[in-house]
């Protein structure tokens, strides 16, 4: 059974390993409904399968988490869950990669992250990032998913919709 749209063809190194990555995701994610701890989970998932694939030799990540939408304050990503180096911890939507991504509610692919206007640089070793919203089922963005790479180019439309479908699968599994 394939999580994903668009990847019936799982001869395809790269969607094989995401449709098996959604998979464990959902079996992580079954029986919990916290929000903190669904991310949790996925963020250490995310990381270390995207580390240890060899569907994606030569492009390391080098961070994978969640920001989460600050109730206290519209407009704004807090840190949540994450595994990597220390990470900023609160952005504006509409600034950077995670707020544009936040403030425009869809996916955001950046190959070099020193040609995107306003990329905050947490981590000065990131060279590219991919970023998708946290979708409620309103279309309400409740944070973004973030992953970062230490070379350029590194994500493609096999990791948008690999990274969507966990995103989904996360919200679906979670009460906000």
């Known amino acids: 059974m394939s999580f994903i749209p668009g990847f019936n063809n799982t001869l395809n190194p790269k969607a094989k390993f995401y449709t098996e990555l959604a998979e464990q995701c959902a079996e992580l994610l079954q029986g919990q409904r916290n929000l903190v701890t669904n991310t949790a989970n996925a963020a250490s998932l995310v990381y270390h399968s995207l580390l240890e694939t060899a569907a994606r030799e030569g492009k390391p990540v080098n961070w994978a988490g969640f920001y989460l939408r600050d109730k206290a304050r519209a407009q704004t990503l807090i840190l949540g869950p994450f595994q990597g180096k220390p990470a900023c911890t609160e952005i504006a939507y509409g600034r950077g990669v995670c707020g544009t991504a936040a403030g425009e509610a869809r996916s955001v692919v950046v190959k070099d992250v020193h040609e995107f206007p306003g990329h905050i640089a947490c ?9 998708v919203p946290l979708l ?13 790479s230490s070379e350029p180019d590194a994500f493609d439309e096999y990791d948008r919709m690999g990274l969507e479908a966990i995103a989904n699968l996360v919200m679906e599994a979670s009460d906000v």
């Open 123 to 131: 981590d000065a070793a990131s060279k590219s990032e991919i970023v």
């Open 136 to 148: 409620g089922a309103d279309g309400s963005v409740h944070g973004v998913l973030d992953v970062d």
